[in-house]
């Protein structure tokens, strides 16, 4: 499967931006997504990830309650909507895929990688 996120930007602490991720094939179901982000200087972390159903989703405790993340098996498509943001939000967003139906929260697990969307948060 190739993905390809979008939807990254520059916005003020306290505002919202959305990320999609296209996917590509057919058995987009059949995949566990995951989102990670990368700050400069930073080990590369995962923020959410749900399941083939988007029915179970994991959250990292530094974005509950402020992202959320969903999935549109019709589109192949997993989004995540980002509000409240803080300065240090700002890094480069992933989505991942893994050819799995649970929800996968380790990133050695995720076989296949979006090119990565900049987002940019200003205090």
């Known amino acids: 499967v190739q993905l390809q996120a979008f939807g990254g930007g520059f916005v003020q602490a306290g505002g919202s931006l959305r990320l999609s991720c296209a996917a590509s094939?057919?058995?987009?179901?059949?995949?566990?997504m995951g989102w990670f982000r990368q700050a400069p200087g930073k080990v590369r972390e995962l923020v959410a990830a749900?399941?083939?159903?988007?029915?179970?989703?994991y959250y990292a405790d530094s974005v509950k309650g402020r992202f959320t993340i969903s999935r549109d098996n019709t589109k192949n498509a997993v989004y995540l909507q980002m509000n409240s943001m803080k300065p240090e939000d700002t890094a480069v967003y992933y989505c991942a895929a893994d050819y799995n139906r649970g929800v996968v929260t380790t990133a050695k697990a995720y076989n296949y990688w979006g090119q990565g969307s900049l987002v940019t948060v200003s205090s």
């Open positions: 749900i399941n083939w159903s988007g029915g179970s989703t």
């Open positions: 094939g057919r058995t987009f179901s059949s995949y566990a």
